[in-house]
């Protein structure tokens, strides 16, 4: 099954039991985005609030908020296709009449990719327009009590090259409101949308830009998608659509839009024009800081006569993001090993903020093929900022990062199997090096035969300063101590004594908390936010031929430092209110 817009998809929820309808009234000022935190932690349904203050439209959330649900938004037809796609790749070489013919059926699959143009009588889009204070009574929502504003959070921000109208992006975006025609645009430094807008402003001209909001939910998961920097997303729609994606001509000019969408939004984006942007909840789990970024001038705004607003809340794993993420994975992984030969799995970690940790089974043909694939691995689009990537080729579930973690760590050289690089990018939204969109990287090995065996329990005795002593999988033993406010050299201390000892353990990280040990959501989110590697990873090691050689324990200090933003919390009155009005949510 295959959804044409937003409402077939609620339809099929209600039915099945799973959308929950909000009649009583609602602020979209943090009320809102706890309701949804309390729910989706339960892996609850998808919301629909249909009384939210301030505005005349409803707010649906929670749409990808289970895997059962995601599963069902885009049906199996796209991951089998991907398959066909990549398979067929392979039969079809060396391209003969015969070959060809054997993949027909596939040939007038893909026929069916792209975009077609429909009348304005077909396009709900165009049911109303607004050009006065255009932005004026959208339900935007203000997720967490620190953020700057209300921010469009489900934003589908679409652009097109200035060189070349046929080079389109779009992108997922978030847009702070401003005022009532006025918005910032978040575009990363690796992202498409900001491409285009470098174009632009060389040129010295205003990029065009227009915000969909809504449409199939193919639209939503193609804007999110890690794709090659020069394959369409809209061709990424209609290839999980399973059709060609309605698209109509805006009557105000400017981009097409697509016809089904709930609403579109219309402007410019002016050149080398900055205005601070933040704070915002992050899907990191704190808040990032206010930075300069480009600003939306909002011309006109289209919407469906009945338009229901869609949103999405941010914050700690795992939210919205994870379950998409999760899905595109496993969509695009048929296509890692036609773009990277040596790959035959990979897997970043939406529990860790996606760039923060990357892992991959690589083949190991022939000696240190594996380090060739991390620099190819590190040279892919949105995978250049993966802050720390685990390698190994031992065919394992990726998912798994215990299993992962201890399959590495019985085969890891430190001497010749671990390396940090300095000065490279990092996500504009990791702030672990203290310096936006520059830090460091990490490369881990553990390929071929084990050459130890890891210890299992913690045996050793105490260890100066450390209160705590946990084991997170053979081989890695999470400690806790003082803070690293109140102690900063305690992570080299540390080294010291284990050093002197003789401890068996490979791997050891310093946190606030060693409990972290008891689930991978929690232990990855904490280490892998909290620690820049050309800082915070400590060994021992001999210098030669400009290598540094490194020797066990690792040490990885991954306590909260001081200059990281704060973490996450909901404010404790809205928390009380949304207790106190829990059962009139009739949740």
């Known amino acids: 099954m295959t959804f044409a817009n937003l409402r077939e998809f609620l339809e099929v929820l209600k039915k099945d039991g799973d959308l929950k309808i909000i009649e009583a009234p609602v602020d979209p000022y943090l009320e809102l985005a706890e309701i949804h935190r309390r729910v989706i932690e339960q892996e609850g349904p998808a919301l629909l609030f249909t009384n939210v203050k301030g505005s005349p439209f409803p707010v649906v959330t929670n749409l990808f908020g289970t895997s059962r649900r995601v599963d069902l938004a885009f049906g199996p037809r796209p991951e089998e296709l991907m398959k066909q796609i990549v398979g067929a790749t392979e039969r079809i070489m060396p391209p003969t009449l015969k070959a060809i013919w054997g993949e027909k059926q596939l040939i007038l ?116 998608a890690p794709l090659p920097e020069h394959l369409p997303e809209l061709l990424m729609a209609s290839l999980i659509l399973g059709e060609k994606l309605p698209v109509v001509q805006n009557p105000q000019g400017g981009h097409r839009i697509p016809a089904q969408a709930e609403f579109a939004i219309s402007g410019k984006v002016p050149p080398h024009l900055r205005r601070p942007e933040g704070p915002f909840g992050d899907h990191f789990g704190y808040y990032s800081l206010i930075h300069d970024f480009p600003v939306f001038e909002v011309d006109h705004v289209w919407h469906r006569k009945d338009a229901i607003y869609p949103a999405t809340i941010v914050g700690k794993p795992r939210q919205e993001d994870y379950y998409l993420g999760e899905y595109l994975q496993r969509l695009l992984a048929p296509a890692f090993p036609m773009v990277m030969p040596g790959v035959k799995e990979l897997w970043a970690y939406a529990e860790a903020g996606v760039h ?232």
């Open 109 to 224: 699959d893909m026929m069916k990719v792209g975009m077609k143009d429909v009348p304005a009588s077909s396009a709900p889009i165009l049911g109303t327009l607004k050009r006065d204070r255009p932005l004026a009574g959208l339900p935007a929502i203000t997720s967490w009590q620190e953020d700057g504003g209300p921010f469009v959070t489900l934003p589908l921000v679409y652009t097109e090259s200035m060189a070349s109208r046929k080079k389109h992006n779009l992108g997922m975006y978030r847009m702070q409101i401003f005022d009532d025609s006025t918005t910032g645009m978040h575009w990363q430094i690796h992202k498409g949308g900001g491409f285009h807008y470098y174009e632009a402003e060389q040129r010295g001209e205003a990029l065009p830009v227009t915000v969909f909001l809504g449409g199939p939910p193919a639209l939503i998961a193609s804007a999110i």
């Open 356 to 587: 923060a940790l990357a892992a991959a089974v690589v083949r190991e043909s022939y000696s240190r093929e594996a380090l060739s694939t991390a620099f190819s691995i590190l040279g892919q689009g949105q995978l250049t900022l993966t802050k720390f990537l685990m390698l190994t080729d031992q065919l394992i579930d990726l998912s798994r990062f215990d299993v992962l973690l201890e399959t590495v760590l019985e085969r890891f050289n430190p001497a010749t199997d671990l390396f940090v690089f300095d000065e490279t990018s990092h996500d504009t939204l990791d702030y672990t090096s203290g310096k936006l969109n520059h830090g460091s990287k990490a490369v881990m090995l553990g390929v071929g035969s084990p050459v130890r065996e890891l210890p299992k329990a913690y045996t050793e005795g105490v260890i100066g300063e450390i209160d705590n002593a946990q084991v997170y999988c053979p081989g890695c033993l999470v400690v806790s101590g003082a803070s690293y406010e109140a102690e900063p050299e305690l992570a080299s201390r540390l080294l010291e004594r284990l050093s002197e000892k003789g401890t068996e353990w490979p791997l050891v990280i310093l946190a606030d908390d060693a409990n972290i040990v008891k689930g991978q959501t929690a232990f990855l989110w904490t280490v892998f936010t909290r620690f820049n590697p050309a800082d915070d990873i400590y060994a021992m090691a001999d210098v030669r031929r400009h290598h540094f050689g490194y020797k066990l324990p690792i040490v990885i200090d991954a306590r909260m430092k001081p200059g990281y933003p704060d973490e996450l919390f909901p404010r404790e009155d809205i928390v009380k209110l949304v207790d106190t009005r829990w059962n009139e949510y009739k949740l």
